[in-house]
């Protein structure tokens, strides 16, 4: 990931995203079907949610994660429990350390679109990944299918005109279809597959769904940080008009991810 976005804290990002990435996780393994007994590399492994969950289901001979966050870092090693197949290294896309050729498997979950050179990035898995062997990674929808940050910057954007540059939907065209086949084109990968995933995010209330925007961790909770007090009030009390609310206070979204493989 790069440092533009506030990824500095990996307890905040739990409620806000981890809670929903963990849905999607096993989703994308199910898919990918990898088997057991390999060698993975996980980019921008974050707070360690698809390492964990790779060592339960496929029980790998090594497992390495990365990412340039050293408080992400320190996260998902506590979260390890000491785990002795599971190792995890302050390191970005752009310089994985590892010798070429070196991993059977390369994933990365919810991270392409924050690599520094998503392209490069891609290439340099490729690089450490056996000839042939699969590299796979899956990103939100943000232009459609991630609801909760389509309400969300839906009503920043109507009180706040000015903030649509912001907006995850303008600044990551890689993450649609076409965006993603593109990378893997330009970084040499081979039969690029593209589907979607799909999972419920329900929330039970209001505040369960505004209190994790108060995280300051993620471009979404870092604008909602830069608000001022009046600001941040206007724009509580537009998402309370604008979400679909049920009757009994749940809020039932889903979230959409783009799962994107191709062969190194």
């Given amino acids: 990931m790069t440092n533009s976005d506030p990824?500095?804290?990996?307890?905040?990002?739990?409620?806000?995203?981890?809670?929903w990435s963990r849905k999607i996780g096993p989703l994308f393994l199910d898919a990918l079907d990898a088997g057991d007994g390999l060698r993975w590399l996980d980019v921008g492994c974050g707070t360690g949610a698809l390492s964990g969950l790779i060592?339960?289901?496929?029980?790998?001979l090594e497992l390495l994660g990365i990412d340039p966050s050293e408080a992400f870092v320190a996260f998902a090693t506590r979260a390890a429990q000491g785990d002795p197949l599971l190792h995890f290294k302050v390191a970005g896309a752009d310089k994985i350390p590892a010798p070429d050729h070196y991993f059977d498997i390369a994933v990365s979950a919810l991270a392409?679109?924050?690599?520094?050179?998503?392209?490069?990035?891609?290439?340099?898995?490729?690089?450490?990944?056996?000839?042939?062997?699969?590299?796979?990674?899956?990103v939100w929808d943000y232009a459609d299918g991630m609801q909760m940050l389509r309400y969300f910057?839906?009503?920043?954007?109507?009180?706040?005109?000015?903030?649509?540059?912001l907006d995850e939907k303008v600044r990551f065209p890689i993450c649609r279809p076409d965006?993603?086949?593109?990378?893997?084109?330009?970084?040499?990968?081979?039969?690029?597959?593209?589907?979607?995933?799909?999972?419920?995010?329900?929330f039970k209330d209001f505040d369960d769904y505004w209190q994790p925007f108060l995280g300051g961790v993620g471009p979404a909770p870092g604008y909602v940080a830069s608000l001022n007090r009046v600001r941040r009030a206007e724009l509580e009390s537009a998402l309370r008009e604008a979400l679909p609310t049920l009757a009994n206070g749940t809020i039932p979204l889903t979230a959409r991810a783009w799962a994107v493989r191709g062969l190194a």
């Fill in 112 to 138: 392409l679109n924050f690599f520094h050179d998503p392209v490069a990035g891609l290439r340099e898995m490729r690089r450490v990944v056996k000839p042939g062997k699969p590299i796979a990674i899956y």
């Fill in 179 to 202: 965006g993603l086949e593109n990378a893997f084109k330009e970084a040499g990968l081979e039969a690029a597959e593209i589907s979607s995933i799909e999972a419920n995010t329900v």
């Fill in 55 to 60: 060592a339960r289901r496929n029980k790998p």
């Fill in 7 to 19: 990824w500095d804290s990996g307890s905040p990002y739990e409620p806000f995203m981890g809670r």
């Fill in 153 to 165: 910057w839906d009503t920043v954007v109507a009180v706040d005109p000015d903030s649509l540059a």
